[in-house]
């Protein structure tokens, strides 16, 4: 008997899906697009409004053969594919390969069994302009990756170049970012701090010197500062002005998909790419013992603070039943999207408040469960109460100098008895939280002592990934979807490095991004490419057309790389050093490019011929324990690529598989890149009697970054 079929993106969502409906329907996961434009060519007709050519994947071309069988015989066809621009293209791949007439359109912002059971009530039809408007990102991307990218090679002495419509710009952010931090020049001031008491108490506070002669005051270098000391000799501290008064501090919305990452960043110190994987896990469900599979969040990819009703009236009465009336407000909080936000998701947050975070602790991974709380935590504490602060701030006239204390306690915790959110360096600091001694107007105070301290204006700090994630939002650059891929692709492509969790711009970042600035200024341009973003919302809006967006596009794009193609000169960049000393002549070794790959040469060649296997860090620290050396990738004598200590033959530590720097959440052995004929296709356990395995969860693509 036949028997509806639904088709999900992944074997975790298949699972999940299962438990909810049991043997009733078939469900088939199709592991992401089943189609894309061909990597042999550009898959586009330029001059036929920029008809895309698609092509069956060649590692799908099984898969769908089975799902044919299948959905031909089935008494209906759900495509059930991510509630999102990227989701509904695959669904649309999926009819138009499948040859599907009657397919349905269901979507569901979680994987629940209210969820899903409405969503099956309720299908639809596939939405046209969501996929015209994925497919305009799709074309755009891949003109400027096919284009740009040849052109990189044949000016620039390098493999694996690429250029992209969104990382050439976040590239762009971090150059200019070290240029600022290169030109800056740090300016000495001062600061005079008071430390003072009550005339019948020890108790201390500090004031710190801010007027003089009722103007601001800035103290320029040490001799002023001690001139300063010199004229508060003897003085008397009076109490000038008292200011009393309460302060709300609000708590932040709950997640949207860049919040959650720069705070998964801050405070789990988790990179962005990990965040919306082990984000995806908990979207498309955990094993929860007797309750089988259950998806444990809403969907992780979202611009909007929207929550519903009901996840809102379910929050409201377990603040009530948890903390107490005193804890919730009398109305429920709303939140204002961003002018840019597209409203069609909720924003992130638990599917059920009540199942707590140490209640399903023991179902998941460490990394699952600290990204979990984190969400949980920020839901609730959303629609909690505001802290309360006593805010005491107090001018105390000595001389014709002014000094100002600040202080405050918490007088009602509110949401930061649950949560309370990160911060980024250079970020503002909050009141100090000193206690302020009961003070009155010309009150006299008792000096203990003066603190002069020197300081000097600091540089705009480099950018980390959370950082770097707001910036791209802010500039309403690329959509939150693609950050992680973004973030991913410009250190896969050594544009940019990551040390100490800040980024830094290579030398080949540097020369790349000068080239594209100066030849294709509209390309990178922050403004331009924020605009793109906003005519492919207007073209899911039906606003504007797709061939439209294209050809303007297109009309100003082809000018300028006809132009780079006669102007660029080609460039050599010089090979990287090594650090280290020919063994042969004594000069500086350097990395160079070879038909092979790389390899380590002396820099002194022709006159010196010394070669050696290049070994390269994969930025893992040796699991052997009691070795400090790190794992490098090397190759075997017939080519293959092999991983091993850089302190061999101290460790002979060695493994065929990539490890990944991570320990297995179920026995803490290394876990490593799961690979099928040459591609990864997973995450594993390198121990053999360990089945800890992790699916590798398809991205939607940010942008084609090369062409073949």
């Not at 959650?260 to 110190?269: P, V």
Request: hydrophobic fraction near 35%.
């Amino acid at each position: 008997m036949s028997k509806p079929l639904i088709i999900v993106e992944s074997p975790a969502k298949t699972k999940t899906l299962k438990n909810f409906l049991g043997a009733k329907f078939d469900v088939e996961a199709c592991m992401g697009h089943v189609r894309d434009l061909p990597k042999s060519n550009l898959g586009v007709d330029i001059h036929h409004g920029f008809q895309p050519k698609y092509v069956i994947k060649p590692e799908r071309k099984h898969l769908l053969s089975h799902l044919k069988q299948i959905s031909e015989r089935a008494e209906a066809v759900y495509l059930a594919t991510d509630p999102d621009r990227e989701g509904e293209a695959i669904a649309w791949h999926l009819e138009q390969a499948l040859k599907l007439k009657d397919a349905k359109r269901i979507t569901f912002n979680e994987i629940t069994h209210d969820a899903v059971a409405k969503a099956l009530e309720n299908p639809k039809t596939l939405n046209e302009l969501l996929v015209e408007a994925q497919q305009a990102r799709r074309i755009l991307d891949r003109l400027v990756g096919y284009k740009l990218s040849p052109l990189l090679w044949s000016k620039v002495n390098r493999k694996n170049l690429s250029a992209g419509r969104v990382q050439s710009v976040a590239v762009r952010l971090i150059c200019e970012r070290e240029e600022e931090i290169n030109s800056f020049v740090p300016e000495e001031y001062w600061s005079l701090t008071a430390r003072l008491t009550k005339l019948d108490s020890e108790k201390a506070f500090s004031a710190r010197l801010i007027k003089k002669d009722e103007k601001k005051f800035k103290i320029a270098n040490e001799a002023d500062v001690q001139q300063v000391i010199a004229d508060l000799k003897d003085a008397d501290y009076v109490v000038l002005d008292v200011q009393r008064k309460q302060q709300k501090r609000n708590p932040a919305p709950p997640f949207i998909t860049s919040t959650l990452q720069q705070e998964a960043s801050r405070k789990l110190g988790f990179s962005n790419k990990e965040t919306m994987y082990i984000a995806q896990q908990l979207y498309e469900g955990i094993a929860l013992g007797n309750e089988g599979e259950v998806g444990l969040i809403t969907y992780m990819r979202t611009d909007s603070t929207r929550v519903a009703e009901e996840a809102v009236t379910q929050v409201r009465a377990f603040i009530q039943q948890e903390f107490g009336k005193e804890f919730l407000p009398s109305t429920p909080r709303q939140y204002k999207n961003k002018n840019t936000a597209q409203d069609a998701h909720e924003a992130i947050r638990p599917t059920s408040v009540f199942r707590k975070p140490e209640d399903v602790e023991q179902f998941l991974t460490k990394q699952q469960f600290r990204l979990y709380r984190l969400i949980w935590q920020r839901f609730v504490a959303s629609q909690m109460e505001p802290a309360l602060l006593d805010v005491v701030t107090v001018d105390i006239r000595a001389q014709n100098y002014t000094f100002r204390a600040t202080g405050s306690t918490l007088k009602f915790p509110g949401f930061t008895i649950l949560y309370t959110e990160g911060k980024d360096n250079g970020e503002e600091e909050e009141i100090e939280e000193q206690t302020i001694p009961d003070l009155s107007k010309d009150e006299t105070l008792r000096l203990l002592e003066l603190i002069p301290k020197q300081h000097f204006t600091e540089p705009p700090p480099r950018y980390t990934e959370a950082t770097l994630v707001k910036a791209l939002e802010e500039k309403g650059i690329g959509r939150p979807s693609t950050y992680a891929t973004i973030i991913s692709t410009i250190q896969d492509r050594k544009y940019v490095a990551l040390k100490d969790r800040k980024f830094y711009p290579t030398k080949l970042g540097k020369l790349v991004n000068d080239l594209l600035v100066k030849h294709f200024p509209d390309i990178m341009d922050v403004t331009f490419t924020a605009g793109v973003e906003t005519k492919l919302d207007e073209i899911e809006e039906g606003r504007i057309k797709r061939v439209d967006v294209l050809e303007d596009f297109w009309r100003q794009f082809e000018r300028r790389l006809q132009d780079a193609e006669c102007n660029i000169e080609r460039v050599k960049i010089e090979p990287e050093a090594t650090g280290e000393t020919c063994p042969n002549c004594g000069r500086p070794l350097v990395v160079r490019e070879g038909r092979s790959g790389e390899f380590v040469g002396c820099s002194g060649y022709p006159d010196c011929r010394y070669i050696a296997k290049y070994q390269k860090e994969i930025g893992v620290e040796c699991p052997r324990e009691g070795c400090d050396g790190h794992v490098v990738e090397k190759k075997s004598k017939k080519g293959r690529v092999f991983y091993g200590c850089d302190q061999y033959p101290k460790c002979n530590f060695v493994s065929w598989d990539k490890p990944l720097g991570r320990s297995c959440p179920e026995c803490g052995s290394m876990l490593v890149e799961k690979k099928w004929r040459g591609r990864v296709t997973g995450i594993r356990c390198s121990n053999q009697h360990c089945k800890y395995r992790e699916p590798l969860v398809e991205q939607p693509e940010a942008q084609a970054v090369s062409a073949s």
